[in-house]
């Protein structure tokens, strides 16, 4: 058999190609490039998929990130605590918008925020939370201090893994004051490019996030704040309403895809698989597994053609770019453990049993080498 992709994304394109044709060349046509029609008809599409009342296109979902947390006030001075089982641009994002990240550890099973963490992390200084919709599930929301508002702390959501998601019914993008998404190529709603961004039930902050990734102009060559340059490009927005009408049916594809790796991998011994939090809808975005020896494991699934990755193999904390932020090895356990163990599996819409019975068959016979 020929090898397996972490992530096929031209099945997905073949379904999609006459449309995004047919866009394209209306684009081009018009020359509506920057702020196009297509633009204002995806943020409409994308906020009733999520129900909120507004959705602001932006370049990425770091800059998504970053504009929400200025948006509602983060500046110089305060603090934003966050997990530290996240990809780095979740603490990049406050670092740009002149914050200091404060990381907290995660739950052994779902790793995703472990409330009781973040709460004893709570200072006079915290102006905001970011729990992260990691791997595809929501974080528990729920569990966070109900006084949060009261203290004037925002909830920005990361939403980045989550598009399709919903946590005791409520859709992913809905839990804070502000959630922010990326669709980079690979997600479950993926650009053919960079672009983001920011949901938002409240029309004033929404206007605000405009208004800052615009110059800080809402009239050409008036200024009222600093901001910068952070829009969704029109081309981008063709693929994403085209990509966004199939959604719902893709990520059900990848629950399947999930259920069928469960049962392949139901009684392998020396592995973990995913954990999902009771009331979650998952999507799949990724499917991770916890081995021991991972890095032996990798190598020899990826020597056997089968592309698995890691999700991701330094903690944020532990990296180069993030020493200032004074956290040492052994600062946060669980996010350590886990940074050697887990293995990202190839999981995508229109991924095949066979593909899976072999991606299982030669998982489980690396785990049964002596590969340590």
């Not at 004074?326 to 946060?332: E, M, N, S, V």
């Amino acid at each position: 058999m020929s090898s397996i992709p972490f992530v096929d994304l031209s099945l997905q394109h073949a379904q999609i190609a006459e449309e995004v044709e047919d866009g394209f060349a209306e684009v081009l046509a018009t020359g509506d490039f920057i702020g196009g029609k297509a633009v204002a008809a995806f943020e409409q599409e994308y906020a009733e998929l999520v129900g909120a009342r507004a959705c602001v296109g932006v370049a990425n979902g770091t800059d998504a990130l970053e504009l929400a947390l200025r948006a509602v006030g983060v500046g110089p001075g305060d603090e934003v605590v966050l997990p530290a089982n996240t990809f780095i641009a979740t603490a990049e994002a406050v670092l740009r918008a002149g914050a200091t990240p404060v990381l907290v550890d995660v739950d052994d099973d779902a790793l995703l925020l472990d409330p009781s963490a973040m709460q004893e992390a709570l200072t006079s200084r915290t102006r905001a939370v970011i729990p992260v919709d990691l791997y595809g599930q929501v974080a528990p929301f729920e569990q966070l201090p109900a006084t949060l508002a009261e203290r004037g702390i925002a909830v920005v959501e990361d939403g980045a893994q989550s598009q399709g998601a919903a946590r005791h019914g409520k859709a992913a993008g809905t839990f804070g004051i502000a959630a922010a998404t990326s669709f980079y190529p690979g997600k479950n709603l993926g650009a053919y490019g960079d672009a983001g961004a920011v949901v938002t039930d409240d029309e004033t902050l929404a206007q605000r996030v405009r208004l800052l990734g615009a110059h800080g102009s809402a009239v050409k060559y008036q200024h009222s704040v600093v901001g910068f340059n952070s829009r969704l490009d029109t081309l981008q927005a063709v693929v994403l309403r085209a990509k966004l009408r199939r959604l719902r049916r893709w990520n059900a594809e990848r629950r399947a895809a999930a259920a069928t790796y469960g049962e392949l991998l139901a009684d392998a011994e020396g592995l973990r698989t995913p954990t999902t939090l009771p009331g979650n809808e998952h999507v799949w975005h990724l499917y991770v597994v916890r081995v021991p020896r991972r890095d032996a494991v990798l190598q020899l699934l990826q020597s056997e053609g089968v592309g698995a990755g890691v999700h991701y193999p330094v903690p944020v904390h532990l990296t180069a770019a993030m020493a200032d932020l004074g956290y040492g090895a052994g600062r946060f356990p669980v996010t350590e453990k886990a940074a050697g163990e887990i293995l990202s599996l190839p999981i995508f819409p229109g991924i095949t049993r066979p593909q899976q019975e072999r991606v299982v068959d030669v998982l489980l016979g690396a785990l049964r080498r002596d590969v340590a």
